[in-house]
T-cell receptor, first 115, second 113 residues
Framework: AQTVTQSQPEMSVQEAETVTLSCTYD???????LFWYKQPPSRQMILVIR??????QNATENRFSVNFQKAAKSFSLKISDSQLGDAAMYFC????????????FGTGTRLTIIP | EPEVTQTPSHQVTQMGQEVILRCVPI?????FYWYRQILGQKVEFLVS????????KSEIFDDQFSVERPDGSNFTLKIRSTKLEDSAMYFC???????????FGQGTRLTVV
């Protein structure tokens, strides 16, 4: 079974600075997807960024980018120019590409933005 | 932008009662999921549903739980004889096709007292 580990329960960053959230995963599969979801106080799950394992290029969405290291099974999220609205729980998630479409989540990292 | 809609947003129920949580998927989505998040914990997969049948379920999804799509629109999660430990946020998610992005509803907060 796949597992996702987020070793940082809490992180904080000064507004406008850059922060990196860590995520590692364990799988025997070669084809899969990785995601970062944001959960603000409203508790809705919002997709931040997605990475296909077969793509070597790291995904980027505006201020959000990932560092995907397939051999190391590492998938970190970098948030540049942090804004107050970035404050939330961030969950890393894994999904197989082999028909099993369920998401396996990590335990989350609570990100605080310091004004 | 299309969205997944869940009702109610908050439900309080007495222990032992049955509850039904409802989800309206995005119209052209074919795959449906329920996830649960106990307060302060990670999001856990409960069940996936495709073509009017369960495609996978987790160990959490025991005989107390059931899902159906009775009218072709609403996708429901029924919890029979609720227990205190069923208190959680329940999320519905849908995908258009295999390999596509999962869209989550805003969740239903279930409180069992």
């Amino acid at each position: 079974a796949q597992t996702v580990t987020q070793s940082q329960p809490e992180m904080s960053v000064q507004e406008a600075e850059t922060v990196t959230l860590s995520c590692t995963y364990d799988t025997s599969e070669s084809d899969y997807y990785l995601f970062w979801y944001k959960q603000p106080p409203s508790r809705q799950m919002i997709l931040v960024i997605r990475q296909e394992a077969y793509k070597q290029q790291n995904a980027t969405e505006n201020r959000f980018s990932v560092n995907f290291q397939k051999a190391a099974k590492s998938f970190s999220l970098k948030i540049s120019d942090s804004q107050l609205g970035d404050a939330a729980m961030y969950f890393c998630a894994y999904r197989s590409a082999l028909g099993n479409e369920k998401l396996t989540f990590g335990t989350g990292t609570r990100l605080t933005i310091i004004p | 932008e299309p969205e997944v809609t869940q009702t109610p947003s908050h439900q309080v129920t007495q222990m032992g009662q049955e509850v039904i949580l409802r989800c309206v998927p995005i119209s052209n989505h074919l795959y449906f999921y329920w996830y649960r998040q106990i307060l302060g914990q990670k999001v856990e997969f409960l069940v996936s549903f495709y073509n009017n049948e369960i495609s996978e379920k987790s160990e959490i999804f025991d005989d107390q739980f059931s899902v159906e799509r009775p009218d072709g629109s609403n996708f429901t999660l029924k919890i029979r004889s609720t227990k205190l430990e069923d208190s959680a946020m329940y999320f519905c998610a849908t995908t258009r096709d295999l390999g596509t992005e999962a869209f989550f509803g805003q969740g239903t907060r279930l409180t069992v007292v």
